[in-house]
């Protein structure tokens, strides 16, 4: 079995000159969903022993959104409500929706989702950060919004500068790479950029395999007709749309392919779909702080095989990268693909170690 996996070691950069000149590129499929991703491993040491929860994503949203605010705020406000710089702010631009034309009608309610994913290491111990150690954090950011990287990351030099509170500890900022989706090393922030950051990669999204396995890392909380999703509850459509209108307003609202599929059938093959097995269970959470919010959801491994994945594979392929359920923009929802074909995923062989 084949696993696709999220983050391996970075692979050294490549030799673009030793390649042959092969600017062809396959046609895009208009049923596909496409999204642009560039994605950036942040290095921090640990100068302070640390103790955060199993899941700290709630932690470095905090702690990079603070930074990145009083770094790009020009009114010094602790809000964006009624900013009067809504289309040179890039803070407002990526963290508040700022400005911004939606193609996409939004459900009532909801909210255009942030071009961002932060995934914490699931390989580090957050409950034990020894000082000397260092600790790995992805930030992803999805689609063609006018984005400046290179500003963006300039606006952690605070970070690198003095130790920040992590938890009960202190971190340092010391390096930003850059990564392709193949995870080869495109860039490097020390201080400042080596190398100018990259413009986003397009997913390139494989065949469709036989049998296919979601093994879902991290909490995975869903909801269907209102009511939470549990292990003896959940059937694959349930968990299906929510990736779908996930995917869909992600490429609306930020620059990438809307697909032309009819989701109404598409949700009635899922619930029709043969040969899934799931292999659940319940794990429970909580955000701490004053005030608590629940953080539970599913684990385990789902199983899919059979001659008719090939109208879910593009959605599923995108979905290890955006996650799904609530909470997917800071590491929840996550899982990852194991197929038995032998397809290279666009992450293969990018899975590090912190």
């Not at 390649?19 to 969903?33: F, G, I, L, Q």
């Not at 954090?137 to 990351?153: E, H, I, K, Q, T």
């Not at 290890?320 to 997917?328: D, M, R, S, Y």
Request: charged fraction near 25%; hydrophobic fraction near 35%; proline fraction near 9%.
């Amino acid at each position: 079995m084949t696993s696709l996996p999220w983050d391996q070691d970075p692979k050294p950069a490549h030799d673009k000159t030793k390649e042959s000149k092969d600017t062809t590129s396959p046609t895009p499929n208009p049923r596909e969903p496409g999204l642009p991703m560039s994605r950036f491993r942040m290095r921090f040491a640990v100068l302070r022993r640390a103790k955060a929860p199993h899941f700290p994503g709630h932690l470095w949203r905090s702690m990079l959104t603070r930074h990145w605010r009083n770094h790009f705020c020009e009114l010094g406000h602790g809000t964006c409500v009624g900013c009067e710089h809504p289309r040179t702010c890039l803070f407002g631009q990526l963290f508040e929706n700022q400005d911004r034309d939606f193609q996409m009608p939004l459900v009532r309610g909801s909210k255009p989702p942030n071009p961002w994913v932060i995934r914490p290491s699931l390989k580090a111990d957050w409950h034990q950060l020894l000082v000397g150690r260092t600790v790995e954090v992805d930030f992803s950011l999805f689609g063609s919004g006018p984005y400046d990287v290179a500003r963006l990351f300039d606006g952690l030099q605070s970070m690198q500068a003095r130790s920040f509170q992590f938890g009960s500890g202190r971190l340092r900022l010391r390096r930003v790479i850059q990564l392709s989706l193949s995870g080869e090393r495109l860039a490097t922030w020390d201080g400042a950029w080596q190398e100018p950051p990259q413009t986003p990669d397009a997913m390139v999204i494989p065949p469709a395999p036989r049998r296919v396995r979601l093994v879902f890392e991290t909490p995975t909380r869903l909801k269907f007709a209102k009511e939470l999703v549990y292990p003896d509850t959940f059937a694959f459509h349930m968990m299906f749309r929510v990736l779908t209108r996930r995917i869909s307003m992600l490429c609306a609202c930020h620059g990438g392919r809307q697909p032309r599929a009819d989701f109404r059938a598409l949700i009635k093959e899922a619930a029709a779909i043969r040969g899934v097995t799931a292999d659940l269970s319940w794990r429970d959470g909580d955000f701490p702080g004053k005030h608590k919010r629940a953080m539970g959801g599913l684990v385990g491994i789902l199983t899919l095989e059979g001659d008719r994945l090939e109208p879910f594979w593009p959605w599923l392929w995108l979905g290890q990268f955006v996650g799904v359920g609530k909470g997917a923009p800071i590491g929840l929802g996550r899982y990852r693909l194991e197929v038995e074909d032998a397809v290279r995923s666009p992450s293969e062989e990018s899975r590090g170690t912190v």
